[in-house]
């Protein structure tokens, strides 16, 4: 276990790290308080044991601030017992409600110190393993489990967040633009090759989606775009752009990419090959509501579908 150890008395701090030591763990020593989160920050121990009394930062208001270090890393939580030379009642309480976990006189024995030691490192880790077994399920809550691309409720949680930030900031990326995808003759695709074929028709499409946008991230050096499967066979990307023109030209990007997929679809007639259709719409977060665009976007995507499918439409600027 590495341990901090937190205290100022350095014969104090000696016996207690040679004790700590030869019972197999690993001892940092930190001579105060404000040392103790110095140190808390670059080792990240597994427990610590800290000292009331000390000059500089005494062990309460380090503790509370390690607490609140630790209120910035999801999860964390590290134990940590107040050592002290009285049991005083009051002491024991200010500890617990500065963060402490436990409590210990400095002249504990031996197996009693081993034994708190171990039953705290096994919360500890369990802890932990929930901390990681938690962050998978967060993730596997925003993604899609066909195409692994966002879900649309995390989309709307980020579209959300990224108009909250632009309209609130001083100055905004400007416009962002959101575009509607949508596959032709999905539903005659599945009657003719099947629901299975239809699904890795998706993959397919989701990839060419995932590689464009990464592609025009690149070639304009933008950022924070943003793309998920909005439901079915629909696709949306949310992308910041500075001018029509400029998702005219990646949505020309996005429809090309399809095409180049050359994926037999005899159900769409007019091509031969899965096409895909396309609603765009761009908006400033300081103007407009995401939901007047996304509308606006669907409109034009109905356009898109009515003048042929295969092509790209855009509401007004
Ligand atoms: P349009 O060109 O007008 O968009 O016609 P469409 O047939 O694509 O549109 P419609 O909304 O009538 O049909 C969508 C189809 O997409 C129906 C549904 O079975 C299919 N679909 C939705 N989700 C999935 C999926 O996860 N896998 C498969 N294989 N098919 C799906
Ligand atoms: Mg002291
Ligand atoms: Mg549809
Ligand atoms: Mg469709």
Redesign the pocket.
């Known amino acids: 276990v590495n341990i901090l150890l937190v205290e100022d008395m350095r014969s104090v701090a000696a016996l207690m790290s040679f004790r700590l030591s030869e019972l197999g763990h690993d001892v940092t020593v930190a001579q105060n308080g404000a040392e103790a989160v110095e140190h808390f920050k670059e080792l990240a121990p597994d427990l610590v044991l800290m000292d009331i009394e000390m000059p500089v930062m005494n062990g309460f208001e380090a503790t509370t601030r390690i607490r609140s270090v630790e209120a910035c890393r999801k999860w964390a939580w590290t134990p940590i017992i107040f050592l002290t030379a009285s049991e005083a009642q009051t002491d024991l309480v200010t500890a617990i409600e500065a963060g402490g976990d436990d409590f210990l006189p400095k002249s504990v024995s031996e197996p009693v110190l081993q034994a708190k030691i171990k039953a705290m490192s096994r919360i500890a880790q369990l802890r932990s393993a929930l901390a990681v077994a938690n962050a998978k399920l967060e993730e596997l809550a925003t993604r899609d489990s066909?195409t692994g691309m966002f879900n649309r409720r995390y989309m709307n949680i980020q579209v959300d967040a990224l108009w909250e930030l632009d309209r609130t900031a001083d100055q905004g990326m400007g416009a962002l633009g959101v575009l509607m995808i949508?596959?032709?003759?999905?539903?005659?695709y599945?009657d003719t090759y099947g629901?299975q074929a239809?699904?890795e028709c998706?993959i397919c499409v989701a990839d060419a989606i995932a590689v464009t946008v990464a592609g025009f991230e690149h070639e304009s050096s933008i950022a924070r775009s943003f793309s998920a499967r909005y439901g079915?066979?629909e696709f949306a990307v949310v992308i910041p752009v500075t001018s029509q023109g400029e998702m005219q030209r990646f949505a020309d990007n996005l429809l090309e990419a399809v095409r180049s997929l050359k994926i037999p679809h005899v159900g769409n007639p007019a091509h031969g090959i899965v096409t895909v259709?396309i609603g765009g719409m761009h908006g400033n977060p300081k103007l407009c509501t995401a939901a007047q665009v996304f509308r606006q976007a669907d409109a034009a995507l109905y356009r898109s579908?009515e003048q042929g499918?295969n092509q790209a439409n855009f509401g007004p600027a």
Do not use: A
């Open positions: 066909l949508d596959v032709d003759h999905f539903k005659l599945n629901h239809g699904d998706l079915g066979e259709s579908k499918r």
